[in-house]
């Protein structure tokens, strides 16, 4: 073009920095409403799921007109960013459009003024109107890809946003690698609270032999929850220490220690898939011979043997098609094919039929022999042969000490036994 005609040139230049002026305004904006694009639909997705798997509570208790008005609030907030998104797009590609006819019209007005004054042939005329047109085809297909890249770009930043967030736990340099633990666990003088200086555990310290049987027991609240969480290094202490086999809890490659350490927990949870995969959680080296042996030896066998197709029987999302037991003893399967070192059960027998219960009685009598094995229970009737009883009130240690010996001190114990148990 400057070859040919450098005023001509010159005009259609004067509109490039129009265009790259437009274009940074409607990165921003553009960028902006896809940001809130994606977090209102993130907010559409989260309802779903919460409401989805809520949805027997949401028929029992009638209110599904409530939550029909929720839904609607969060999809038509939803709708207002997608229609500011498209209505910013709305802008963006007509504006373009409307600066290429502007600077063609430009072309042809002053171009048209020179042929007339015979400064110009009327080819180069001709030739500049072609070349403004090649010019401006690259930057019709960049607009249009343009608002893909900002949507991409507004997605990308949430997903590297969680894959930036530094973990909490982190492994600490040199972080011991364990096989087998011996599983002797000493609390020393711990505190711990999920809120700054709102601590759930105050000043605990006791000491569990390895292949001790140990029973946590208290009120809603006490802190035991919070005591089988530390062992397994889901959070870590603000004061005080933790040493399982002598070694602060910190030192250790915290996947190796949690491979020797299975808990039980009371609602267990279940992946889509059938049983034998329930059990072997992907772990290749869990032979199918091991897992129809942990079954039998936990009594689970008795109800997988009468399904049509055993061990590969399909198991629903959260194995919603079988009971509470059966999950229950599909969870003691599972601890026992890890073959951990430190077994902890958190509420594991409660919400059991009395012919189940017995059935994991005494499965969790096999499975806690010759390991170190931590109770959490509110049925005080399952733990008295633990070796050693720990009650916990308001986050502190209380009393501590066999079944006998803390009915015979008439303490916390006690009554809480006489609660359960009185007439």
Not at 101 to 122: D, N, S
Not at 390 to 398: A, Q, Y
Not at 405 to 422: A, R
Request: charged letters at 25%.
């Amino acid at each position: 073009m400057f070859t040919l005609n450098a005023k001509l040139a010159l005009v259609m230049l004067f509109f490039i920095p129009i265009i790259i002026i437009l274009t940074i305004i409607f990165r921003k904006y553009d960028r902006e409403a896809y940001r809130n694009v994606r977090t209102k639909l993130a907010k559409i997705n989260a309802f779903l799921s919460e409401n989805i798997s809520g949805m027997k509570t949401i028929q029992i208790f009638n209110i599904e007109d409530k939550t029909f008005d929720e839904f609607e609030k969060v999809n038509k907030d939803y709708y207002k960013e997608t229609r500011n998104q498209i209505i910013i797009l709305g802008i963006f590609r007509p504006s373009i459009d409307f600066l290429s006819t502007l600077t063609l019209t430009a072309i042809v007005w002053f171009g048209g003024k020179m042929v007339l004054k015979e400064i110009i042939p009327f080819g180069v005329l001709y030739v500049f109107v072609s070349y403004v047109q090649q010019f401006f085809q690259p930057i019709y297909d960049i607009t249009e890809k343009y608002d893909i890249l900002q949507s991409a770009m507004a997605s990308a930043e949430r997903i590297f946003s969680l894959l930036d967030t530094n973990e909490k736990i982190p492994n600490s340099e040199n972080a011991i690698k364990v096989e087998k633990l011996k599983g002797e666990i000493e609390f020393k003088n711990v505190w711990f609270a999920y809120k700054k200086d709102e601590y759930v555990l105050k000043d605990v310290s006791f000491k569990i032999r390895p292949g001790e049987k140990i029973a946590i027991v208290g009120h809603t609240g006490a802190g035991k929850t919070s005591i089988i969480n530390l062992i397994s290094r889901l959070y870590d202490v603000q004061k005080g220490e933790i040493l399982i086999d002598g070694i602060n809890i910190k030192d250790y490659d915290k996947y190796s220690l949690r491979k020797n350490i299975a808990t039980v927990m009371q609602d267990v949870f279940l992946f889509t898939g059938d049983i034998k995969g329930n059990i072997r959680l992907g772990e290749n080296r869990i032979t199918d011979k091991k897992i129809i042996e942990v079954c039998k030896f936990v009594n689970a066998d008795k109800f997988i043997e009468r399904l049509p197709q055993k061990y590969e029987s399909p198991v629903n999302e959260r194995g919603t098609t079988l009971s509470q037991g059966q999950r229950q003893l599909i969870a003691f399967a599972r601890a026992l094919a890890f073959d951990p070192s430190i077994l902890v059960l958190d509420e594991a027998t409660s919400n059991i039929d009395t012919e189940t219960e017995g059935l994991i009685q005494d499965a969790l009598k096999k499975i806690s022999d010759g390991r170190t094995t931590i109770i959490v229970a509110h049925r005080l009737s399952t733990i008295k042969n633990c070796d050693r009883i720990i009650v916990m009130h308001k986050g502190r240690i209380r009393e501590i000490g066999s079944h006998d010996e803390l009915m015979e001190k008439k303490g916390l114990y006690y009554n809480l036994y006489q609660l359960q148990f009185s007439e």
